[in-house]
């Protein structure tokens, strides 16, 4: 075994060399993409035709092939030239003659993390309507954001990242295992077969990582995985370079640990830290912390290397049994106990970064998720502690493999969560469940129930395409008038595929209105989020006929 202060040195190596490796991969950008501004505005009437269509987000994304669209008032996809983008903005120029009416346009783009992030923003040309005219070309900040991040991902693509993590923990946890704890079992059999089937599955899940993305950030079936168009754009985003750089230093660090004994020699001692650390940092830049800037990057990359480090010891411990020599038995101890105080400090840090409001743990898919595994975590490093407690001469065998499987069950909660978009900056997403009701065409109400918090009675005058007044009043359990600190509303037609679309609602004589021309006719759903009446947001929801 190399004496204590080598091993520390190769340490300081693979951080220094995930630092360069993050230099490499950092962004600019400070948070989840969302988009920050439009023009046209969601909703302007427009006496003359734009000239382009710009969205501005809060980072840099990737535009998907036709992953935008405008679609006239027959709901027909108006042919315009390609879109460009450059950083956080995106430019589209539109057609020099372009009809008077109203137009829909729907967008889909990926950020840097590869999560796809879609919405939808009308605007009408040459038509008046009730709303009255306006020549605003920027969103108000109350509606900024016609965003709509997917709240999970297809099981393929969750499949995928789980596949990606198990074998990274497996190659890597096994190699530094023999590096700094058990140099002298780099002959031992299930240990090589361990770090080459690491290797090789973690070559095949970044493979398949990489097929399965574009079919997701596109919205398409995952039958078009070989599509050669849509592997190309992945490919040219920084989750696909991500991705490839995976690909290089899996194959350049499998070179040298093909046969452990090498790895444990005076080059591969230096170079293979060096190359698990840049594995780890190709994995945090496939992640949340892509679009995060230098630091986060960092954080993510130290998490997933020091979570590698101790699942992957766990699982070579298990494999060599009682065979296990003691003195590998107390270093591995220490090299856990630090890992596992580095993942607590870099996971807090993590869900700070994430999360605005304690709140926002039990109220967001992401926080709750993120608690899931916040709890298995703390009942692993509950057993670990039992193990380190029994660690004398041999190893605690049935606690370890409790330990081993319980991590397993981190990284399947660890893929669902990097698949999971953080709840948005620009507004808390809290609210309670809603109730749908139907609302037929022409002056009709609906009563839309608020659980114990009341009603709310929407007005639509008239439900068609000519233009339509909308008014709410919310009444508490009692039938009495209730205020209500800030109403918001979004529209979308899931049957033509309009994703949400947010609309401008105020407080006139004690009711809450809108002014809004839907752009074609079916059937729409308004989504309330009621905010004042009850400690976090209250949802509630109506479907409306709207005629032509």
């Not at 269509?53 to 027909?76: P, Y």
């Not at 170079?271 to 912390?289: F, K, M, N, S, Y």
């Not at 057993?383 to 493999?401: F, G, I, N």
């Not at 079916?522 to 929801?541: D, L, M, N, Y």
């Amino acid at each position: 075994m190399a004496p204590l202060n080598t091993a520390g040195r190769r340490v300081v190596v693979s951080i220094i060399f995930a630092v360069l490796f993050g230099l490499l991969f950092a962004s600019p950008a400070a948070a989840h993409a969302e988009l920050l501004k439009m023009t046209p505005a969601n909703g302007a009437e427009l006496t003359r035709p734009p000239t382009e269509v710009q969205m501005t987000f809060t980072e840099s994304v990737n535009l998907i092939t036709n992953g935008i669209r405008l679609i006239d008032s027959s709901g027909a996809t108006v042919p315009t030239e390609g879109p460009t983008v450059d950083g956080r903005v995106v430019r589209w120029p539109m057609p020099a003659q372009l009809p008077n009416g109203a137009y829909i346009v729907i967008w889909r783009v990926t950020s840097d993390d590869g999560h796809p992030i879609s919405g939808a923003s009308s605007f009408v040309v040459g038509h008046a309507s009730t709303t009255g005219s306006t020549t605003s070309t920027e969103l108000p900040a109350a509606t900024s954001s016609t965003t709509t991040n997917q709240p999970s991902a297809p099981w393929s693509v969750v499949t995928a990242r789980f596949a990606s993590y198990v074998t990274f923990a497996v190659f890597v946890g096994v190699t530094a295992f023999v590096l700094l704890c058990a140099p002298g079992s780099s002959n031992e059999s299930k240990l090589q077969l361990l770090v080459r089937g690491g290797l090789i599955g973690g070559m095949a899940a970044t493979v398949a990582a990489m097929l399965v993305q574009g079919p997701y950030a596109a919205g398409v079936s995952m039958s078009r995985i070989l599509d050669t168009g849509l592997m190309r754009g992945t490919a040219t985003t920084p989750f696909g370079q991500a991705l490839i750089w995976r690909l290089a230093l899996y194959a350049a660090v499998g070179a040298l640990v093909w046969r452990l004994p090498r790895a444990v020699g005076e080059l591969g001692s230096w170079l293979v830290p060096a190359g698990l650390a840049g594995i780890a940092v190709t994995i945090a830049a496939a992640g949340h912390g892509a679009a995060s800037g230098l630091l986060a990057l960092g954080i993510d990359a130290v998490h997933a290397l020091t979570a590698a480090l101790w699942i992957g010891g766990l699982i070579a411990l298990v494999a060599l049994g009682r065979a296990a020599e003691p003195s590998a038995l107390h270093r591995f101890s220490r090299l856990a106990m630090i890992s596992v105080l580095t993942l607590i400090v870099t996971g807090t840090l993590n869900s700070l970064r994430h999360l605005e409001t304690i709140e926002q743990l039990w109220r967001t898919r992401y926080g709750l998720t993120l608690m899931i595994k916040l709890t298995l975590v703390a009942i692993t490093i509950a057993v670990a502690a039992v193990s380190r407690r029994r660690l004398q001469h041999q190893v605690p065998l049935r606690s370890v493999r409790l330990e081993a499987a319980l991590t397993i069950g981190i990284l399947l909660i660890t893929a669902v969560l990097s698949m999971t978009a953080p709840p948005p900056k620009a507004a808390a997403t809290n609210s309670h469940a809603g109730h749908d009701a139907a609302l037929e065409s022409g002056n009709a109400a609906v009563q839309m129930s608020l659980g114990d918090r009341g009603k709310a009675a929407l007005t639509v005058l008239p439900a068609t395409t000519a233009g339509s007044h909308l008014h709410l009043t919310i009444t508490d359990a009692k039938g009495r008038p209730q205020s209500a600190s800030r109403v918001s509303l979004t529209v979308a037609n899931p049957s033509r595929d309009i994703p949400p679309m947010p609309v401008e609602m105020s407080m006139r004589d004690g009711v809450w209105v809108a002014d809004y021309r839907f752009p074609i006719p079916g059937t729409w759903k308004a989504r309330f989020t009621i905010e004042g009446i009850a400690p976090s947001a209250v949802v509630a929801s109506a479907t409306i006929n709207i005629q032509g």
